[in-house]
């Protein structure tokens, strides 16, 4: 059959409640053109991120019931263990409240002042995390995987030739070296395997150990199977082992490729490092058996980790971003290509031709969205970089099994009615914004009011 369903039922619904565009224009001139500040309720599709807002299954659910709340040595903990550990093969697995608390135990231990940390491309979170430590974030991603149009299949590589030059010069201040799959902040973008096993073998060289940035390994690893020479009758379970297997540790989101709503671990080979590790959670997370975690949390977890490398369900969640992705394109609407695996970015800049990054045409397309059919993206450009923007995007991030085909086909037509009325559109400019991070709360007005 040419129809690809979604591969479950749906045995508990939340509705949707149902907005006039009147009604949403005044929410959003309440919200000062910021749709970070508008209520969820007020929301008919929310694709701000994929990060946490999945659904769970009955097992999950089931396995939620069954957790177990000791404080110390916690059935679920073990279960969680058991499950990172079969799936990771890394050897100390230390449970964190999400990916960030994970980042901030690792660069407080190897950061500081003088010491450079390369990646692909960190994710806003670990830089913050990096730089806060004192120590310096640089990104290393192939070429293509800064040019929106252009298509390649694994548009997440590390640039290898840049890292070998790179560590050549600087390795003596070098305390890890990372990789993020697939790489967020380029499109969601994956790496292939023999890019990994490269990386790996260039930071081996130093004796740099190498952490992977790992909230999408599930859809990097699907990635590798379809796009690989090599890997297509491999599992995806194999292909994530395999990807692990050349990494010394990990920081993992689990509100990703988890299928919780909360949760993250940091997990590690080495035993000196690990018992430093535990310390700073015991400070700033909890006990190391549940890290900022109730137990029925990681109970779910060690579920979800498996539900994440359901094949099915990585053909259908891939398969609907792509499939966005074409009728988009087909409508004319510029978009990263090739689609990556949460989410489809529109490029603002070719949407608005006429509205200069100064009048942020991300912002001003998230706006139209949501005025037009209630859908929530976020802005990645000016708004969120300032002057360090080099693309002006829409994110639009797909919760995990929360949407069906029709909401993909309502957002759809939202977007191309958008498009085909873009040149009414008007610029945006800042009204007020606070000193860091502005793009969750900065208020903004339409350019000539
Ligand atoms: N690394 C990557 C690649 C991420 O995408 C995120 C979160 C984190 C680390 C931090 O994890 O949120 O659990 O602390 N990304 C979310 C997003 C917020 O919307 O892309 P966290």
Redesign the pocket.
């Known amino acids: 059959m040419k129809t690809l369903i979604e591969p479950f039922k749906i045995k508990m619904v939340e509705p949707i409640r149902q907005t006039t565009e009147a009604q949403r224009l005044t929410i959003l001139k309440k919200a000062h053109y910021n749709p970070f500040t508008i209520r969820a309720e007020d929301i008919l599709i929310d694709f701000?991120?994929?990060?946490?807002t999945g659904a769970m299954s009955d097992a999950q659910w089931g396995a939620i019931m069954t957790g177990d709340e000791a404080y110390a040595g916690s059935r679920s903990f073990f279960q969680f263990e058991k499950a990172v550990r079969d799936i990771t093969g890394l050897k100390h697995i230390i449970p964190t409240h999400?990916?960030?608390?994970a980042?901030k135990i690792l660069f407080s231990l190897v950061g500081g002042k003088g010491k450079l940390i390369p990646n692909n491309t960190h994710?806003?979170?670990?830089r913050a995390n990096i730089e806060y430590s004192g120590a310096e974030a640089v990104d290393l991603v192939i070429p293509e995987g800064k040019i929106p149009s252009c298509v390649h299949p694994f548009k997440g590589n590390m640039d290898l030739g840049k890292l070998a030059a790179f560590l050549a010069k600087h390795h003596k201040s070098v305390p890890i070296g990372m990789m993020?799959v697939t790489?967020?902040?380029g499109g969601g973008q994956p790496v292939s395997m023999e890019n990994i096993r490269e990386t790996a073998r260039l930071y081996r060289k130093y004796k740099i150990p190498f952490f992977l940035?790992v909230?999408?390994f599930a859809e990097n690893a699907w990635f590798i199977k379809i796009r690989e020479k090599g890997y297509a009758k491999k599992s995806v379970l194999e292909i994530a082992r395999e990807m692990f297997s050349y990494a010394d540790g990990c920081?993992m989101?689990?509100?990703?490729d988890g299928m919780v709503n909360i949760g993250?671990f940091l997990a590690l080979n080495d035993d000196a490092l690990a018992m430093q590790a535990r310390n700073l959670l015991i400070l700033t997370e909890g006990f190391p058996s549940y890290g900022g975690l109730a137990g029925r949390d990681l109970a779910a977890l060690a579920v979800g980790l498996y539900e994440a490398l359901d094949e099915d369900y990585l053909r259908y969640r891939i398969r609907t971003a792509e499939y966005m992705g074409e009728r988009l394109l087909a409508g004319g609407v510029s978009i990263i290509r090739p689609t990556g695996g949460?989410a489809v970015y529109i490029d603002a800049k070719a949407f608005y031709p006429d509205i200069p990054p100064a009048q942020f045409p991300g912002q001003v397309l998230a706006c139209e969205l949501y005025k037009k059919g209630g859908l929530r993206g976020?802005e990645i450009g000016s708004v969120m970089f300032g002057k360090n923007a080099t693309m002006e995007l829409v994110r639009l991030?797909f919760p995990r099994r929360v949407y069906t085909q029709s909401h993909f086909d309502y957002a759809i037509e939202v977007i191309l009615e958008t498009f085909a009325d873009r040149k009414k559109a008007k610029g945006l400019k800042i009204t007020w914004e606070p000193p860091f991070l502005r793009h969750f709360t900065a208020r903004f007005a339409p350019v000539g009011k």
Request: aromatic share 4%; net charge neutral.
């Open positions: 701000l991120t994929d990060s946490g999400q990916g960030r608390a980042e994710f806003d979170t670990t993020t790489n967020n902040s940035d909230c999408r920081t989101s689990a509100k990703k993250g949460h976020v991030a």
